[in-house]
């Protein structure tokens, strides 16, 4: 079983940052590619950034130049350090990962954590 574990949500007001963390767990051969999501309440569930095994990266419009995904120093976590943040930023933000494990191909979700941006 492969298990993703997020960190780091909280309340913070405009224009201060945030660091959310995620690692990833169990019986896990290689990770393709780890990423962010995020969901507001009424809206649709949206990529926020995603880093691959070599390291490429790429993020949603509103984000760019604000947040910054990463790589941890311990094996399969990432980070995503965000700047500047907006009260349109508030959401759950989902940890999501493709993974290779015993069981093949696997696509797997974190429980969220919820980012709020409010004065």
């Keep these: ?3 993703l574990v997020e960190s780091g949500g909280g309340l913070v007001q405009p224009g201060e940052p945030l660091r959310l963390s995620c690692a990833a767990s169990g019986r896990i051969f290689s990770i393709n590619a780890m990423g962010w999501f995020r969901q507001a309440p009424g809206k649709q569930r949206e ?3 995603r880093i691959t095994s070599p390291g490429s990266t790429n993020y949603a419009d509103s984000v760019k130049r604000r947040f910054t ?3 941890g ?5 990432v980070h995503l350090q965000m700047n500047s943040l907006k009260p349109e930023d508030t959401a759950v933000y989902y940890c ?3 993974v290779i494990s015993e069981r093949g191909r696997l696509e797997v979700w974190g429980q969220g954590t919820l980012v709020t941006v409010s004065s």
Excluded: D
Aim: aromatic residues 0%.
């Design 47 to 49: 990529l926020v950034a």
């Design 69 to 71: 995904i990463s790589k």
């Design 73 to 77: 120093n311990a094996k399969n976590t």
């Design 1 to 3: 079983q492969v298990q």
């Design 96 to 98: 999501n990962a493709a």
